[in-house]
Nanobody, 114 residues
Framework: VQLVESGGGLVQPGGSLRLSCAAS????????LSWYRQAPGKERELVAF???????NYADSVKGRFTIIRDNAKSSVYLQMNSLKPEDTAEYYC?????????WGQGTQVTVSA
C-alpha cells in the first residue's frame, strides 16, 4: 500500500488549495479514505472522510469550506480547501485502513499566512 500526497503550499487567508493523494497497492474503489492534519504541538486530527460508496463526513472546523472527492478511475482522493484560515496551517496526510492496518502518506505542508 502506498499513498503519495501533493498540492500543499503557501496561500493567503481566504485562498484555496487542492490537495491530491495518489494511492496504489490495494483495490482503491472498495476502501474508505480520510484526510488528517497535524499542526505543530498539536495532535493529528481527522479533517474529512469519504466511504467507498461516497458518503462524506467533515470536522466541524472545516464544514462548508473543505470538500473531499474521490476518483476511483485514478485511484486518487482530493481535498478541495476554500476560504483558508491561518488555523488551517498544518501538515496534511491521507490515510487508508487495509486489513486492519493504518497506512499513511508522507504528508504535504499547508501554510496559510499573509
Amino acid at each position: 500500500v502506498q499513498l503519495v500526497e501533493s498540492g500543499g503550499g503557501l496561500v493567503q487567508p481566504g485562498g484555496s488549495l487542492r490537495l491530491s493523494c495518489a494511492a496504489s497497492g490495494f483495490t482503491f474503489r472498495t476502501y474508505a479514505l480520510s484526510w488528517y492534519r497535524q499542526a505543530p504541538g498539536k495532535e493529528r486530527e481527522l479533517v474529512a472522510f469519504i466511504s467507498a460508496g461516497g458518503s462524506r463526513n467533515y470536522a466541524d472546523s472545516v464544514k462548508g469550506r473543505f470538500t473531499i472527492i474521490r476518483d476511483n478511475a485514478k485511484s486518487s482522493v482530493y481535498l478541495q480547501m476554500n476560504s483558508l484560515k491561518p488555523e488551517d496551517t498544518a501538515e496534511y496526510y491521507c490515510k487508508v485502513v487495509v486489513r486492519a492496518s493504518n497506512y499513511w502518506g508522507q504528508g504535504t505542508q499547508v501554510t496559510v499566512s499573509a
